[in-house]
């Protein structure tokens, strides 16, 4: 199967209804449906052979999801690109996840016009990247242990599962529009995969600030948010009187609500924040929709037909989480690491710890994996210290989240110098030149030693501080 | 007391180095969401003001208008830091 038959599929149901708001422009799905099927005859001209790896580097926009279902029909395997990535990260994606091109806004190096604001840049690659005889769509970064990043790849079919799955607990239809600010590049397919899917209105919300997102949920009489809680502290200590009384979901991800936001939300608008469990090698695993005031620091109870068991559970039941369900990713792309071998007797572990309460509601007490949650951003600490120990006054380095009360967590490093006197004034500028903004990390701190496992010698990491 | 001449003048210097590409000829005056100031563009710079001034500027604060331009910010921002 194909994801962009689903979308056909919802096209021909409901042709007229409005798939997507971008400023001042609407969408159908009828049109959306054309916009996709004459992009795709355009990337077809291009040959690319199938199953080839194409880079998508745009910032939210129709063109973003219509370039993605675009390759789709082609058969080729759609790699988020961030746009903020400098182009020696660029470079270093594109070798890695063996691209034959990445589809931008703006020109990249050897970019020619493929349509009005899509450029196309073509890269030799001497074999096709071997796809192992999956039905691939998507590969998604993530960090590693051996490398600084590899890919979570996923089938069509298993994007169907996992968005089938999520759906359980969102119970998304057509009736729904979402007012969507996450970043595509991060967040596509248990959202706007779904969304397409079922036939929902999604409203692009570009704001910075929360007056004219509220006004946006107004005018488009948004009933689904789905945000980070950097987003709805935004929304919660807004001042003026606008109400959001159409919405009926408003889920926080990407990383542990701040008690204060989900407090201040609830008295500024009547309506509770819904935390949610979502892993990239799982989809949505949890979402708390059954206690969400009284219990707003649980991701709430495992969705239908996922099962979370907490491994070697201490007195007081405290486990790494260990997770089974539909839509687990197919493998790992780089290097090529296939499911079975992921999963530990056919559960995936998480590296977070965690507990279930009594009743039932599983509550994530710090996190093993080392993933930082910027403001809706995900940030792998590996790939920040293969270019910081790069630098030649850099030793080695740690890169590590810190428990900010308003971003969730925020990028900090521990550096040991090569030597007492080496200097690292440049370093901010080398960052810079290296690493998208939003990755560099706010403080350096020195240290004269990172710590490290005492057997084995790996770098010891710690949950966000 | 915190003046916002001095915090536009640290504003306008992150702002140039970190957020907007040299290209953009970013004034005290320029307008900062036409000039593609996102949501990630005010968590970098809330960060910057926090790490330079020591306080963080609640986001309920940052309004259209204090994102009307740099000026405009290092005035909110004066306002809030000397609070």
Known sequence: ????????????????????????????????????????????SLQFAAGARVGLCFPNSVNYVALTYALW??????????????????????????????????????????????????????????????????IRFTSGTTNARKGVALTHETIRDRVLAANSAFQISEADTVIWCLPMAHHFLITIVLYLNVGATVVLA????????????NRWRGTVLYAAPFHFSLLARDHSAAQIESVRLAVSTTCALPPDVA???????????????????????????ADPLARWNSV???????????????????????????????????????????????????????????????????????????????????????????????KESRVFGRVHPHLGEVVEAEIVLSAPDAGIENLSHFCREHLAAYKIPTRFHTVPALPRTPVTGKLLRTAAV | MIQASDIET???????????????????????????????????????IEQKFGKWIPEGEITGDALASTRALAATAARILNE
């Open chain 1, 1 to 44: 199967m194909n994801l962009a038959e689903l979308l056909e599929h919802s096209a021909r149901r409901a042709p007229q209804k409005i798939a997507f708001v971008e400023d001042t422009m609407e969408i159908s799905y009828a049109a959306l449906a054309e916009k996709i099927s004459s992009l795709a005859e355009k990337i077809s």
């Open chain 1, 73 to 138: 029909k082609n058969n080729l395997v759609v790699v988020p690109v961030p746009t903020e990535c400098p182009p020696e990260e660029l470079h270093e994606i594109t070798a890695t996840m063996e691209l034959s091109a990445i589809l931008s806004q703006k020109p990249l190096a050897n970019g020619e016009p493929l349509a009005p604001e899509i450029f196309v840049s073509r890269f030799q690659i001497a074999t096709n990247a071997n796809n192992h005889g999956l039905n691939l769509a998507f």
């Open chain 1, 206 to 217: 570009r704001h910075v600030t929360a007056k004219p997102f509220l006004e946006a949920v």
């Open chain 1, 263 to 289: 407090t201040q939300f609830h008295q500024r608008f009547g309506k509770p924040l819904l935390p949610a469990l979502g892993i990239i090698e799982l989809g949505l695993v949890a979402l708390n929709a």
């Open chain 1, 300 to 394: 709430g109870k495992p969705i239908t037909d996922f099962a979370v068991k907490i491994l070697s559970p201490d007195e007081h039941g405290v486990g790494e989480v260990a997770v089974r369900g539909p839509g687990i990713c197919d493998a790992y792309a780089a290097p090529w690491q296939p499911r079975e071998t992921i999963l530990r007797d056919g559960w995936f572990v998480t590296g977070d710890l965690g507990r279930f309460d009594a009743d039932g509601f599983l509550f994530l007490l710090s996190r093993k994996t080392a993933v930082i949650n910027l403001a809706g951003r995900k940030v792998f600490p590996e790939e920040i210290e293969a270019v910081l120990d790069q630098h030649p006054s850099i």
């Open chain 2, 10 to 48: 640290e504003l306008l210097a992150f702002l140039r180095r970190e957020i907007f590409s040299p290209d953009t000829n970013l004034t005290p005056e320029t307008d900062l969401v036409g000039a593609g100031f996102d949501s990630m563009s005010l968590v970098k710079t809330l960060l910057h």
